[in-house]
């Protein structure tokens, strides 16, 4: 009996810390499942540097598919984000974002934007999708007016993208969950 009480209590705890885990939904690559970010594009990292909250990655945007930004972009993303990945200097990638001004964007990782690998057996969104990366450009390239940007003149405009619950949001599910368990409990003691 008290077996059972235990492992109840782990499944239970299990699928609540699951609750918390990187769960972003496949991206559809095709036009209306890109149709949110104002901004997508192919780019080199430059360099990346950490402020308190946020990481921001500098790029050299190699070819444009949607938007208008600088030659000159850099994305931004919460520390504490679960969904985030390592983006290394000299990694290319094709970004989908949210443009803020012509230099800057906000970015997730759950937007379906993926690194470039040489070795197509370490791309794991490549495994998931069966789309390549080189697929997944010839794709932008034949739906979206491509650009290949000279100059530091743009133009933007903003649009929603997703986030991260608030604090506030954190909170209640939380306690949800405390009163979930708390009721399971009782209903266990009383078996």
């Known amino acids: 009996m008290n077996f059972k009480k235990n492992l109840f209590i782990i499944i239970l705890f299990k699928c609540i810390y699951t609750g918390y885990a990187c769960q972003c939904p496949l991206i559809k690559v095709n036009k209306e499942g890109l149709a949110k970010y104002n ?5 080199q990292v430059v360099s990346v540097n950490q402020t ?3 990481e921001n990655i500098y790029f050299n945007v190699q070819q444009l598919f949607k938007g208008q930004v600088s030659k000159q972009f850099t994305i931004s993303y919460k520390l504490n984000d679960p969904c985030k990945v390592s983006i290394q200097v000299g990694d290319t990638w094709l970004i989908y974002c949210n443009a803020t001004a012509p230099q800057k964007g906000i970015f997730n990782f759950c937007s379906g934007s993926r690194k470039y690998y040489k070795i ?3 791309d794991f969104i490549e495994s998931i999708t069966r789309v390549s990366f080189q697929e997944e450009v010839d794709f932008l390239n034949k739906h979206f007016e491509t650009t290949l940007l000279n100059s530091h003149e743009a133009v933007s405009k903003v649009n929603n993208s997703n986030t991260l619950p608030s604090a506030l949001q954190t909170l209640i599910l939380l306690g949800i969950s405390g009163v979930l368990l708390i009721v399971i409990n ?6």
Request: glycine fraction near 6%.
């Open 120 to 122: 197509t057996n370490e």
């Open 52 to 54: 308190q909250n946020f």
């Open 186 to 191: 009782v209903i266990i003691k009383k078996v």
């Open 39 to 43: 901004t997508i594009f192919q780019g």
